[in-house]
């Protein structure tokens, strides 16, 4: 990705975007639940509600962060389990390219 996707709202509210800012990188924080984990939870949540560049960036991220992909798929699995099949089509549309 060139351009932060959340450039308006830098541009139009940048208190707004510290705020987001600082919860992102109190979430993501190397504390308890190793990241590669915690970026495939967020990768599946984004799966589960539609968000194709979400889990595009997030299986990126987790995979640098040493997720493998059999991880990424175990993953996408669980997803299925709870969310339904509509969630591993936006994880497929997603991963095309990643994996």
Do not use: W
């Not at 450039?7 to 190793?34: H, K, N, W, Y």
């Not at 992909?69 to 993953?75: D, G, H, I, R, S």
Request: hydrophobic share 45%; net charge negative; glycine share 6%.
């Amino acid at each position: 990705m060139s351009e932060n996707p959340l450039q308006v709202i830098i541009d139009s509210d940048a208190d707004f975007f510290q705020l987001l800012e600082d919860t992102r990188i109190t979430s993501f924080e190397e504390d308890g639940i190793p990241l590669k984990y915690k970026l495939l939870m967020a990768m599946v949540l984004d799966a589960s509600k539609g968000a194709v560049n979400g889990v595009t960036s997030l299986a990126v991220q987790a995979m640098e962060a040493g997720a493998t992909k059999e991880e990424v798929m175990q993953a996408v699995k669980v997803t299925h389990y709870i969310c339904g099949v509509g969630s591993v089509y936006v994880a497929a549309n997603a991963l095309k390219d990643v994996l």
